[in-house]
């Protein structure tokens, strides 16, 4: 038996969750933890994704994260139903909560997971994205992370059941004040969940020129990031940087333009499906590693696709 978290925001599943119930019951019978509010109609609808049964621990204060409640909650849903895995997302959420709740369930951690090749397998990457390592779990109970982007959730049918669940919280539980939340990804798809991403380098040679990189991004309905040197330098907010250092990410689509391609910035994008490089510079090392490579001017060629783009969504 599994047990998945479910994160909502907003009243609505996130898409990271989302891939991790998909996840999970691709590897058997399992029940999904859902902590905060959400109608019945948004939990119900995970039986498409192959879920029978929804806890939901309708608390508005779950709506925010916080380590020591989500820990009681999942290792007390887990007792619950006789779980002897629990998955996540390997998100802020995941990374910060599954290890609390392998030491309250004295289970063997598998982190950052991208696939599951076989029924006591799974493989995720090593050595920055470089390579990849099957782990084989031997332990009778495990918690698993998902990488986002690495399992895709496809919806068919059905319908879960929701029962209400609860857990005797303490104040101690909620240890800490969360005062205000500011949204930095502007009510855009924070970067995390993007199916597609535009980055710009020093390539766009100042902040006055990050214009043509946010239209392509509006064009496709896409995130926007950068490089760590364009963060550092204050061209960009450092939420937008992608890389070993800043937001690992693994979108379907990722378009890097005047980004040279230094090793630290791969490891934090090598995951993507498709990586588009756009560079007037021919010996660029992202050329190595791109699936398609333009060479020229990105002032030329950015407002290009742009306008690609439009006539094709256009119909034209």
Same mark, same amino acid.
């Given at each position: 038996m599994?047990?998945? /978290? =479910?994160e909502l925001i907003n009243g609505k599943?996130?898409?990271? *969750? /989302?891939? $991790? =119930? *998909?996840? *999970?019951?691709?590897? %058997?019978? #399992?029940?999904a933890l859902a902590l905060g509010t959400a109608s019945a109609d948004t939990l119900q609808a995970l039986g498409a994704y192959g879920i029978g049964k929804v806890l939901h621990i309708n608390n508005e204060k779950l709506n925010q994260v916080y380590s020591k409640a989500y820990t009681k909650a999942i290792a007390a849903a887990a007792t619950h139903v006789g779980a002897d895995t629990v998955i996540l997302s390997h998100n802020s959420t995941g990374r910060m909560v599954a290890p609390r709740v392998a030491v309250r369930m004295e289970a063997a951690l598998f982190a950052g997971v991208n696939? /599951?090749? %076989?029924?006591?397998t799974i493989r995720k990457a090593v050595f920055s994205g470089k390579a990849f390592a099957d782990l084989q779990m031997s332990t009778g109970k495990k918690v698993i992370s998902l990488n986002p982007n690495?399992?895709?959730? =496809? $919806? %068919?049918? %059905? #319908?879960a059941s929701v029962e209400s669940f609860s857990v005797d919280f303490a104040d101690s539980d909620f240890d800490y004040a969360i005062t205000g939340v500011e949204d930095e990804a502007g009510g855009h798809v924070p970067l995390p969940e993007a199916e597609i991403v535009v980055s710009g380098g020093r390539g766009l040679k100042g902040p006055e020129h990050w214009g043509i990189v946010e239209d392509l991004a509006k064009a496709l309905g896409a995130a926007t990031a950068c490089s760590r040197p364009v963060a550092d330098i204050g061209w960009r907010p450092h939420h937008e940087h992608v890389g070993q250092t800043g937001i690992t990410i693994k979108p379907t689509l990722y378009i890097a333009v005047g980004i040279s391609g230094a090793i630290q910035h791969l490891a934090g994008v090598?995951?993507? &499906?498709? @990586?588009? =490089? @756009?560079?007037?510079d021919p010996e660029a090392p992202f050329f190595k590693a791109a699936d398609y490579g333009i060479v020229g001017d990105a002032f030329e060629v950015l407002p290009r696709i742009?306008?690609?783009?439009? &006539?094709?969504? *256009?119909g034209a």
């Amino acid at each position: 038996m599994q047990l998945v /978290l =479910v994160e909502l925001i907003n009243g609505k599943c996130k898409k990271t *969750a /989302l891939e $991790a =119930v *998909a996840f *999970a019951a691709k590897m %058997g019978e #399992t029940t999904a933890l859902a902590l905060g509010t959400a109608s019945a109609d948004t939990l119900q609808a995970l039986g498409a994704y192959g879920i029978g049964k929804v806890l939901h621990i309708n608390n508005e204060k779950l709506n925010q994260v916080y380590s020591k409640a989500y820990t009681k909650a999942i290792a007390a849903a887990a007792t619950h139903v006789g779980a002897d895995t629990v998955i996540l997302s390997h998100n802020s959420t995941g990374r910060m909560v599954a290890p609390r709740v392998a030491v309250r369930m004295e289970a063997a951690l598998f982190a950052g997971v991208n696939e /599951l090749p %076989g029924n006591d397998t799974i493989r995720k990457a090593v050595f920055s994205g470089k390579a990849f390592a099957d782990l084989q779990m031997s332990t009778g109970k495990k918690v698993i992370s998902l990488n986002p982007n690495s399992y895709k959730a =496809v $919806a %068919g049918t %059905g #319908t879960a059941s929701v029962e209400s669940f609860s857990v005797d919280f303490a104040d101690s539980d909620f240890d800490y004040a969360i005062t205000g939340v500011e949204d930095e990804a502007g009510g855009h798809v924070p970067l995390p969940e993007a199916e597609i991403v535009v980055s710009g380098g020093r390539g766009l040679k100042g902040p006055e020129h990050w214009g043509i990189v946010e239209d392509l991004a509006k064009a496709l309905g896409a995130a926007t990031a950068c490089s760590r040197p364009v963060a550092d330098i204050g061209w960009r907010p450092h939420h937008e940087h992608v890389g070993q250092t800043g937001i690992t990410i693994k979108p379907t689509l990722y378009i890097a333009v005047g980004i040279s391609g230094a090793i630290q910035h791969l490891a934090g994008v090598n995951q993507s &499906k498709v @990586i588009v =490089v @756009i560079n007037k510079d021919p010996e660029a090392p992202f050329f190595k590693a791109a699936d398609y490579g333009i060479v020229g001017d990105a002032f030329e060629v950015l407002p290009r696709i742009t306008e690609a783009v439009k &006539k094709l969504h *256009a119909g034209a």
